[in-house]
């Protein structure tokens, strides 16, 4: 089973930009499909951007479409998450999760189907 840790959320104000990584551990990246989800106080968890294994096809919700951009650099057994534009309603913990598969080209945005997640990042924009 693959291990996951996200970093870099904090505090920013509304505009701003911030990057967070998820660095994968434990097992080959190269066979996980990545998907960054996230959840706000109260609410539910929900998904964000998702990315296949190859890399070449992404995902992403409505909300954080033009805004954000899901990447990943197998060699570093890390997955990123570019975030322009950020507006309050943003602010929530994000997690990343793994899925393995065997189709390089699938991207998945169900949260039942993912196999592995972090512990979560916590992202705060102000107004």
């Known amino acids: 089973q693959v291990q996951l840790v996200e970093s870099g959320g904090g505090l920013v104000q509304a505009g701003g930009s911030l990057r967070l990584s998820c660095a994968a551990s434990g097992r080959t990246f190269d066979n996980y499909a990545m998907a960054w989800f996230r959840q706000a106080p109260g609410k539910e968890r929900v998904f964000v951007a998702a990315?296949?294994?190859?890399?070449?096809?992404?995902l992403y919700a409505d909300s954080v479409k033009g805004r954000f951009t899901i990447s990943r650099a197998s060699a570093k057994n890390t997955m990123y998450l570019q975030m322009n534009s950020l507006k309050p309603e943003d602010t929530a913990v994000y997690y990343c999760a793994a899925k393995q598969t065997s189709y390089s080209g699938r991207v998945y945005r169900d949260s039942n189907r993912f196999d592995a997640w972090g512990k979560g990042t916590l992202v705060t924009v102000s107004s």
């Open positions: 990315i296949s294994w190859g890399g070449g096809d992404t």
